[in-house]
C-alpha cells in the first residue's frame, strides 16, 4: 500500500492516462476502484512479477474486456478516438518477460511467456499495442527489418531482444522505440543496481504506428526504481461511450458508471477463474 501511494505522488507530477506496470507484487487478479483510477493486477507468485493496469476513470468507463493471461500478461480492449476520427477498438497488452539465461528452465519459461503472448496476440483488435518489460535489447536494425525496427535502434542485440524482434516482425509490429531519434542518455530504461550498467529493455509496440505523436524516456519520474518510465503519446486520444464487442472472447457493455464498470469487470474476472477451473 505504501508503494502504491508513493506511485500516486509520481503520477501527480506527470500527465498520463494508461500505466502499465510490471513488477505489481500484489497477489491475486483483482480490480480496485481509487478516487482517480481503476487499477487492475494479476500476480500468482507471492512476492514476484505481476503486471497490471491503471487506467483513469474517464477512460476506465470505456474498458470493454479486461483480463490477465498469466501474471506476466494482462490486457484490455478499450473504445479510443484518435486523431478525431470515430471511436475504434484498441488492445493494450501488458507484458513482463522472463530475464535472459543458459539455463534450461529459464529458457523453457521463456518460450511459455511467449506462447502465451502470440495467444494474447492472436485475440486482440485491429488497432493493437504491446508495452513492458522484456528483458532484452533490439539493437540495430538488420536487412528486411525497417518495418518493426527503425533507424534509431540502441544497444547490442540480445538473445531475449532476438525473440522479441522475431515476435514483432511475425505480428507485423513496429517497436516504437526504434522510430524516434534520442540522444543515448535518452534512450536506456533500465539501470543496474550498481549503476554500471544501462540497456533498453522496455519497449511499445504497434500494427498501427501512424497513429504515435511520440515516444520519450521520463527521466525525473519520482518514483524509486531501477526502471525508466517509456511514454508513448498517440496524436489525440479521447473517450467515447463504449459498445459491445462481437467476438469469441467474454465481452460486457458498460456505461459511465465506475461502480457498474467495476462491478462487470470482477463478474468478467469470477467466470474467468470458474472456466479455468474447469479445464
Not at 11 to 24: F, R
Not at 142 to 166: A, C
Request: proline share 1%; glycine share 6%; net charge positive.
Amino acid at each position: 500500500m505504501e508503494k502504491l501511494q508513493e506511485l500516486e505522488l509520481a503520477l501527480d507530477e506527470i500527465k498520463w492516462d494508461i500505466i502499465g506496470i510490471s513488477e505489481v507484487r500484489r497477489f491475486g487478479e483483482r480490480i480496485e476502484d481509487h478516487e482517480k483510477y481503476v487499477l487492475h493486477h494479476i500476480e500468482e507468485t507471492p512476492g514476484l512479477y505481476g503486471v497490471g493496469f491503471i487506467v483513469k476513470k474517464d477512460l476506465a468507463k470505456n474498458i470493454l474486456e479486461l483480463r490477465g493471461i498469466s501474471e506476466r500478461i494482462a490486457f484490455f480492449n478499450i473504445q479510443l478516438s484518435v486523431d478525431g476520427e470515430e471511436e475504434q477498438l484498441w488492445s493494450i497488452t501488458q507484458a513482463y518477460s522472463p530475464t535472459e539465461s543458459n539455463r534450461r528452465e529459464d529458457i523453457l519459461k521463456i518460450e511459455k511467456f511467449y506462447e502465451d503472448l502470440q495467444s494474447t496476440a492472436a485475440n486482440t483488435s485491429k488497432n493493437i499495442k504491446f508495452m513492458g518489460d522484456f528483458s532484452g535489447q533490439i539493437g540495430k536494425q538488420k536487412s528486411g527489418e525497417e518495418y518493426t525496427i527503425g533507424n534509431h535502434g540502441f544497444g547490442n542485440r540480445s538473445k531475449n531482444g532476438s525473440r522479441l524482434v522475431s515476435f514483432a516482425i511475425e505480428n507485423k509490429f513496429s517497436i516504437l522505440n526504434s522510430f524516434y531519434k534520442k540522444k543515448p542518455s535518452k534512450k536506456w530504461t533500465w539501470i543496474s543496481p550498481n549503476g554500471q550498467y544501462k540497456n533498453e529493455i522496455d519497449y511499445v509496440m504497434s500494427n498501427n504506428a501512424k497513429v504515435f505523436k511520440e515516444l520519450s524516456i521520463s527521466s525525473n519520474f519520482n518514483f524509486k526504481s531501477d526502471h525508466r518510465m517509456v511514454r508513448a503519446k498517440l496524436s489525440s486520444t479521447h473517450a467515447k461511450r463504449a459498445r459491445k464487442l462481437n467476438n469469441s472472447m467474454k465481452v460486457f457493455e458498460c456505461t459511465g458508471s465506475t461502480d457498474l464498470l467495476l462491478n462487470n469487470l470482477k463478474i468478467s474476472l469470477h467466470d474467468g477463474e470458474k472456466e479455468c477451473i474447469s479445464t
